[in-house]
């Protein structure tokens, strides 16, 4: 009998459409996940484009209000704000590498909001001026971070996303004076995590940070623009699981046809007309 006499069977036609589907899921998912895997690319390119297209900086609270989720597109946006950093509530990041890759500190600054260019608008009906974590720049040695300047300051920096809040914001008080190394008042957090810094600061505050970009004369490194994670190429993981999926759709086509071809041969390799043996998974041949 030949092979497509067994395949428009009807019990093989059945199989095969259930198998088509399978087929066809798998290629959709495939898709999804190569899609996934140039989205970052995609985002960042689209965020280029809006700097481009813009005249210099946005006022902060044309692109983000206080409280409000951070959307990811926004990372790396140049924004600018204007405020008064509070004093003694700086603080020092540990384990953060530096342009040179040596291992430093951030140094982290809470700055009270006056205009982010709505005029108050964006937090008329909060609880009253938000604060914006600033990174104001990197040190190696903790002792070399200054305080932040008094008075009113224009703060021109990137934005970029909260950090997750199990890596926590306790200082770490074993090593120095305030726990930032000696000769260094200021304490250690390990990570900018707003969620937890808005009990240490108070609120409202914004959903994200911003790296200062202008840190000439501080005496502290400039960082460089954050860029949105993966945005300048391909998400292997993403690839691999869209391979992953195409693999398995073919699988599913390859197991039709050996279903078929297992039918030709009576149900199990070697089986003769008497026995005709067992067919897949060990069920009797049809």
């Not at 459409?17 to 087929?23: E, Q, R």
């Not at 530096?98 to 700055?111: I, N, T």
């Not at 040190?139 to 932040?148: I, Y």
């Amino acid at each position: 009998m030949s092979f497509w006499a067994v395949a428009r069977r009807p019990r093989m036609i059945a199989l095969l459409l259930v198998f088509l589907l399978a087929a066809g899921g798998c290629g959709w998912l495939g898709k999804w996940q190569l899609d996934r895997a140039f989205e970052r690319a995609e985002l960042a390119a689209e965020q280029e484009a809006r700097e481009q297209a813009s005249a210099g900086p946005a006022g902060l609270g044309e692109v983000l209000e206080p409280q409000a989720s951070f959307p990811g597109e926004l990372v790396g946006r140049q924004v600018e704000v204007t405020g008064e950093f509070e004093p003694g509530r700086q603080s020092l990041v540990a384990g953060r590498v530096g342009r040179s890759g040596e291992v430093g500190y951030l140094v982290l600054a809470p700055l009270r909001v006056s205009d982010d260019g709505t005029g108050g608008r964006s937090w008329s009906d909060l609880s009253g001026a938000p604060v914006l974590a600033v990174v104001r720049g990197w040190v190696a040695d903790p002792a070399a971070a200054d305080d932040p300047p008094s008075g009113t300051v224009s703060v021109t920096g990137w934005l970029q996303a909260g950090e997750a809040a199990s890596e926590g914001v306790a200082a770490d008080v074993a090593t120095g004076d305030g726990g930032g190394g000696e000769g260094s008042p200021w304490p250690v957090v390990h990570g900018i995590a707003l969620g937890a810094l808005v009990q240490e600061w108070g609120g409202p505050i914004y959903s994200a940070y911003v790296v200062d970009s202008e840190t000439e004369g501080t005496g502290l490194e400039q960082l460089p623009r954050p860029m949105i994670d993966g945005g300048t190429g391909v998400n292997l993981q993403n690839a691999f699981y869209a391979l992953q999926w195409w693999v398995f759709g073919g699988f599913a086509v390859a197991l039709w046809i050996r279903l078929v071809r297992d039918e030709m041969a009576g149900g199990r390799r070697g089986g003769n007309a008497t026995d005709p043996g067992t067919g897949i998974a060990g069920l009797p041949a049809a």
